[in-house]
């Protein structure tokens, strides 16, 4: 025991030693010099320093005793900077000071099964991860040569998904949908259904999700947190987070953190779903920081550099050759059922297809409410099974033709119908029946292949 103690002290005391050199190298090099600023104008979370003639763009700066932020644009006289922590007040004339650092997060393995934030902080508990290591807000994107054919399926457990709009791993699958039409919890069903795949592969655990909540309100994460926990999701999920009470700037930045992370998990060589709840409120986070910044407005207010912000974001996810992976599900919230907005156009084109909620058929009682008319995956059956491919196109054709006919017969009276027609509305309604499903009651592909498999025959 004594010398166990010995052995402890000894690498403390190396410790503090190549602490002490490291701090006279950069002494001796004058690299322990950083620039030192005034705070010259105030805008809420955007201010203005002077004097900081050295400094990146990027960099991290210390408002001193006040706060913590990044350089987010230099000027000829003086530089922006983004506030992104504040601990008092920051007023005009506050001492800021350059660091030499880039801005970064702070990641810790152990926030598997937590929430946590920006700053490696346990939201539950409001304790810092103890280990940690900090990682870039922003990677450089994986090379196409690095990227490999997305082929192998991202299974929901949802069968409307599974089957006629198949989602493929390393693919960009879009949800989108008006408020209070299930889009969280269609996430949230392909995370839960992860699980059933961990247990079916005997424990193999090569499946992470990430949650990436911006702008929730804090009970929105905690009845998420809760819901996934009831379902053992946890131990392979971790909950990314940026409430409505954090700076703009925090929600800003935080699906670029959540992407990082992923990235983490993907040179592990594991597979990584994404789910972001919703990019929507991230733009409009960027455009509230953009006016504040003085930059020039463009349509509907939202600065020149808007679809940028989501294309750089959206194309980490793919397949990547060593074997792992990262799947994005971005979430947008639309409204009035209109996904022809300035935002929800750019990211449709961005992502491999979309998922359409309908209030409409939400209120119908048909839940998932997907609108397969105008539903798409770009992917389709080259992520698929043959069995299930095969299934999935006659049921499709089947389902889109009943769809069609059904907006001018719904009405009709039956018995004035053909013989086919009426077998028509009959399998399409049976079909209908089939595709709906309670929540976190996830499917397998055996599963979804035994429900349809009669109806799939009887639609060839």
Do not use: W
């Not at 937590?114 to 922003?138: M, N, P, S």
């Not at 058929?361 to 397969?372: E, H, M, T, V």
């Amino acid at each position: 025991m004594i010398i166990a103690y010995k052995e402890k002290g000894e690498i403390m005391s190396t410790h503090i030693n190549n602490l002490v050199e490291d701090k006279l190298k950069k002494i001796k090099e004058e690299k322990n010099v950083f620039d030192t600023g005034k705070v010259i104008r105030l805008k809420d979370y955007i201010i203005e320093v002077s004097g900081l003639e050295n400094v990146a763009f990027f960099e991290k700066v210390i408002i001193r005793g006040k706060g913590m932020g990044y350089v987010n644009e230099i000027k000829e006289n003086s530089v922006t900077v983004a506030v992104v922590k504040e601990t008092s007040p920051i007023e005009i004339g506050d001492t800021v000071n350059t660091t030499g650092e880039r801005f970064r997060a702070i990641f810790a393995e152990e926030a598997m099964g937590r929430v946590t934030d920006l700053f490696g902080i346990d939201l539950l508990t409001g304790r810092a991860f103890e280990k940690f290591k900090y990682i870039d807000i922003e990677r450089p994107i994986v090379p196409i040569m690095d990227r490999t054919a997305v082929n192998r399926p991202m299974q929901t457990g949802v069968a409307g998904i599974d089957l006629i709009y198949p989602i493929g791993r390393g693919q960009r699958q879009l949800i989108i949908g008006d408020k209070k039409t299930g889009k969280t919890q269609l996430a949230l069903d392909a995370i839960v259904n992860q699980g059933k795949i961990i247990k079916e592969k005997s424990n193999k655990n090569d499946i992470v999700c990430i949650y990436i909540a911006v702008g929730k309100t804090k009970k929105e994460i905690k009845n998420i947190y809760n819901e996934l926990l009831k379902r053992n999701a946890l131990s392979y999920t971790t909950i990314v987070a940026a409430t409505n009470d954090d700076k703009t700037t925090v929600l800003s930045l935080i699906p670029y953190v959540g992407l990082s992370i992923a990235e983490e998990y993907m040179d592990q060589k594991k597979d990584v779903l994404v789910v972001i709840d919703d990019l929507k409120r991230h733009a409009e986070a960027y455009r509230e920081i953009s006016l504040v910044s003085n930059k020039a407005p463009g349509r509907e207010a939202y600065p020149a550099d808007i679809f940028f912000l989501h294309s750089r974001l959206l194309e980490k996810g793919c397949q990547h050759k060593n074997g792992g992976s990262i799947t994005i599900l971005p979430i947008v919230e639309t409204k009035g059922g209109d996904i022809t907005d300035y935002i929800s156009t750019n990211i449709i084109s961005i992502t491999d297809g979309q998922i359409v909620l309908s209030e409409n058929q939400f209120r119908k009682g048909q839940k998932p409410a997907i609108n397969y008319g105008i539903s798409v995956s770009r992917l389709g059956g080259a992520v698929q099974t043959p069995e299930m491919k095969k299934l999935g196109a006659n049921i499709r054709r089947e389902l889109l033709s009943y769809l069609e006919t059904k907006e001018v017969y719904e009405l009709a009276n039956i018995d004035e119908m053909s013989p086919e027609l009426r077998e028509k509305m009959r399998k399409g309604k049976e079909i209908e029946k089939a595709l709906r499903q309670h929540k976190f009651s996830p499917l397998s592909q055996e599963e979804i292949q035994e429900r349809f498999k009669a109806l799939g025959e009887d639609a060839k």
